[in-house]
């Protein structure tokens, strides 16, 4: 029986993908748990549809991500911070430390989307990875200073 997934269904696939599934498991699995609806030629032109209209939406994403990767790449960053002997900092420099910079520079970054391999700890100039889209990844300079 051919059905079309509204939800990931592990093992199955995933959204508005179309998948042969046994009878008995469509009726009393995704039917009602509103995981898929039974595919009919309304419901395939529909779902078409829906996919050319998403693949739109996520081309037009990645093209914004990646001009803000561009953007990010070309600035550098600076977070001032307390240090004692060694250029060692009190504390530490952590991903909200680096959005609050970039909030300062003017762009719009959530704490999430911004990954160390570990905590900064040290003055000098290090990198952080900012996940913009799946596969679009900047590298931002981050320059700590003491304070």
């Given at each position: ?20 599934v046994a ?8 039917l ?36 803000l ?5 070309e600035?550098s ?7 004692g ?27 999430r ?19 913009l ?15």
């Amino acid at each position: 029986m051919k059905v079309i997934l509204l939800k990931e269904v592990q093992g199955l696939g995933k959204p508005m993908d179309t998948v042969d599934v046994a009878p008995g498991y469509c009726r009393n699995y995704l039917l009602p748990k509103g995981l898929a609806i039974v595919a009919s030629a309304m419901s395939l032109k529909q779902v078409e549809h829906n996919k050319k209209m998403v693949e739109a939406r996520l081309a037009k994403e990645r093209k914004k991500a990646l001009e803000l990767k561009q953007k990010l790449e070309e600035i550098s960053c600076k977070v001032a911070r307390e240090a004692g002997e060694g250029d060692k900092l009190f504390g530490s420099v952590t991903n909200r430390d680096i959005a609050v910079a970039l909030a300062e520079e003017g762009f719009s970054i959530d704490h999430r989307q911004i990954s160390l391999e570990a905590p900064i700890k040290h003055l000098g100039i290090f990198y952080a990875d900012v996940k913009l889209a799946p596969d679009v990844v900047a590298k931002v300079k981050v320059w700590v200073v003491a304070k």
